[in-house]
């Protein structure tokens, strides 16, 4: 088992799309920085990273390179998939935490756990998405998201083994034996005709 732990923060800026966890959501200000500014997707991305000890975000993507300006960010995250699957490992589920004055992400909390399990391809119930208010932080134009990821390595297929039975004492093993050989069987049970008996000639 692995575990991964990833946190981001970006401040608010006015005439910014808001993008949580790959979700729209409906607000005046969205989120300044590194492409679409989708806070969640990004701590999700280094959670996932740190977990197989494959760097951060900024490794893959770095906030210099134009290419990721204004990019989806579920793009990152799965970049980091690929990094998790290469090392044998996949998610068992992953825990956040979402702290903002603002929206209220508790009327829309149902909607990013089902866009972040989408974009994980995981069961949406392996997915926590809480929410918490800056209170005397003084945080109030920045969001801040801390997540939590629980990894187990991927089981390779087991040779076929075969199968034997024991028998504690050696007597009973006898008895089987001689049931086997000295009793007659009934071979059209198995589809198959008994030997000829050369003493029948009739």
Known sequence: MRIGYGFDSHAFEPGVPLILGGLPVEHTEGLAGHSDGDVLLHAITDALLGAVSAGDIGTFFPPSDERWKGADSSLFVRTALEEIATAGYRIVNLDTVLIMHRPK??????????????????????????????????????????????????????????????????????????????????????????????????
């Open 105 to 202: 992400i508790v009327p829309i909390a149902g909607e990013i756990r089902e866009r972040v399990a989408e974009i994980l391809s995981v069961p949406a119930r392996n997915v926590g998405i809480k929410a918490k208010t800056p209170e005397g932080l003084n945080q109030d134009g920045v969001a801040v998201a801390h997540v939590t990821v629980l990894l187990e390595e991927i089981a390779e297929p087991e040779p076929l083994k075969t199968m034997t039975a024991e028998l504690e004492d050696p007597a009973e093993m006898e008895v089987v034996v001689r049931s086997l050989v000295d009793e007659p069987h009934d071979m059209r049970r198995l589809g198959r005709k008994p030997a000829f008996d050369t003493d029948d000639l009739t």
